[in-house]
T-cell receptor
């Protein structure tokens, strides 16, 4: 399968910005995705970016895509305790989705 | 009610037992998937199905089988469970997209936690 890599853990203080990074291997995905998994729940789509875009902003979320380096990042501004969750990046070349290992974000009050 | 429903939500079983995890969806999607989640490994695809007559192996299909009984139902079986199949299992659906909204987003159930002793 494809390699999608993320760091496993991130801790930030409430009110600070969080940046979650992801590297992927297949550049043929039309979209790249960020999913959020809250405790005891399934994954939900948080945001996505079309592969011909460099940046997408959606309220507190900013997605940056560097296609040359195959690097995707998710920035959460003014991080809140409700943002504590596991965040997965994913690519979908062809018919399958490939997920990263997930980054567990802990927000310290 | 959830759009993607998995049963059971939790199951403890013994090595060698046959286990079935069931998934039903009300989203009307043709595509259905089974993933397993392990800490530090993310989600790995077990099987997927693009319609009732289509079944495909994912990256970790050994030890598992599936049945697509209807468009809305996709079940995962472990014929003889072993401890390293202890994991959180997710069913998901997707719509490949129609004109104007082709994101291919996956919609997940809430998961089935399986423990094999």
């Amino acid at each position: 399968g494809e390699d999608v890599e993320q760091s496993l853990f991130l801790s930030v203080r409430e009110g600070d910005s969080s940046v979650i990074n992801c590297t992927y291997t297949d550049s043929s995905s039309t979209y790249l995705y960020w999913y959020k998994q809250e405790p005891g729940a399934g994954l939900q789509l948080l945001t996505y970016i079309f592969s011909n875009m460099d940046m997408k902003q959606d309220q507190r979320l900013t997605v940056l895509l560097n296609k040359k380096d195959k690097h995707l990042s998710l920035r959460i501004a003014d991080t809140q305790t409700g943002d504590s969750a596991i965040y997965f990046c994913a690519e979908a070349p062809g018919n399958q989705f490939y997920f990263g290992t997930g980054t567990s974000l802990t927000v310290i009050p | 009610d959830a759009d993607v429903t998995q049963t059971p939500r939790n199951r403890i079983t013994k090595t060698g037992k046959r286990i079935m995890l069931e998934c039903s969806q009300t989203k009307g999607h043709d595509r259905m998937y089974w993933y397993r989640q392990d800490p530090g490994l993310g989600l790995r695809l077990i099987y997927y199905s693009f319609d009732v007559k289509d079944i495909n192996k994912g990256e970790i299909s050994d030890g598992y089988s599936v049945s697509r009984q209807a468009q809305a139902k996709f079940s995962l079986s472990l014929e003889s469970a072993i401890p390293n199949q202890t994991a959180l299992y997710f069913c998901a659906t997707s719509d490949p997209g129609t004109s104007g909204r082709a994101t291919g987003e996956l919609f997940f159930g809430e998961g089935s936690r399986l423990t094999v002793l």
